[in-house]
Each structure stands twice: as structure tokens, then as C-alpha cells.
């Protein structure tokens, strides 16, 4: 299945404060899961909750969305972000250095 209903999130300076995979310091964008916003790597299957009702796009979905949206996120595993990408460079630095 192709998830639809990610939003992407490129801005990397915004994905600082809200948290980045810890395994690859990336993320792939949010899914609006009702008024909660989750952040997701598709390379870890990774997901992590940044809050609720941050963005307003979660205002324009609808309930097969919504439920879509948690059909989605089941399949991902919900994680401690890192803080940033330095953070995840800096472990992997540590570990393998
Ligand atoms: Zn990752």
C-alpha cells in the first residue's frame, strides 16, 4: 500500500525541533492521526508522536482518512526521536569511531 496521506516535511530546520529518526537522523514527514501528529521513517518503520493540533492540516481530513492514517501507523513502531541529525551522527560516532 502507498500511503497518501503523509505530509511531507523537508524542512530540515523544522524537523530539529520536532524530533528525527534515531537510527538515520531523517524523517519522512507526519501523518495526522485525528488531531495527533506523527512523524515517520519508512526506512526503520519508525513513528513518533510530536503533539497534537501543531499544524492545521489535520483540520481538512476526513474520518476514512483518519482511519487510514491509524491503519498506517500500525504498521510502524513508536520510538524516542533524536533531537536532531547532529545527535544521530555524534552517537554513530561514538559506537563506530
Ligand atoms: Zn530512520
Request: with cysteine.
Amino acid at each position: 500500500m502507498v500511503p497518501t496521506n503523509v505530509i511531507p516535511f523537508p524542512d530540515t530546520q523544522n524537523s530539529k525541533s520536532y524530533g528525527v529518526c534515531p537510527e538515520c537522523g531523517r524523517s519522512d514527514g507526519y501523518i495526522n492521526l485525528g488531531i495527533e501528529h506523527w512523524f515517520i521513517c519508512r526506512e526503520h518503520n519508525y513513528r513518533w508522536l510530536v503533539g497534537s493540533n501543531l499544524f492545521d492540516s489535520w483540520k481538512n481530513q476526513t474520518v476514512a482518512q483518519t482511519q487510514s492514517a491509524g491503519l498506517l501507523l500500525d504498521g510502524f513502531s513508536e520510538v524516542m526521536p533524536a533531537k536532531s541529525p547532529l545527535d544521530v551522527h555524534a552517537r554513530l560516532r561514538r559506537q563506530f569511531g
